[in-house]
């Protein structure tokens, strides 16, 4: 049986990107050992939680301080394109 991993869309998001990342690291595991140690890695340190649905099925999301990181992050990313210098002026 070939279980899925299930998560929000941040947290998948998230993932995605360690996976590409940390490629040369995670070689000779599957891409299920893979994804696990990466969820296990975000659990220790409070980014991800798992949770059990009414029907038994195991899932995984983002926690409030991932998305409050993640939100600063992008105000960071925001506030250095607006000091770039690139905006045209009339």
Do not use: C, H, P
Not at 7 to 20: I, K, N, P, T
Not at 31 to 55: M, N, P, W
Request: no cysteine; glycine share 12%; net charge negative.
């Amino acid at each position: 049986m070939k279980t899925k991993f299930r998560m929000d869309r941040e947290l998948r998001l998230s993932v995605d990107g360690e996976l590409v990342a940390r490629g040369s690291q995670l070689q000779g595991l599957s891409s299920r050992q893979a994804v696990a140690i990466i969820l296990g890695g975000l659990e220790k340190i409070g980014y991800a939680t798992r949770y059990v649905r009414k029907d038994g099925i195991i899932g995984w999301r983002a926690t409030e301080k991932f998305r409050e990181n993640l939100f600063q992050q992008m105000q960071e990313a925001i506030d250095e394109g607006a000091g770039s210098g690139d905006e045209e002026v009339d």
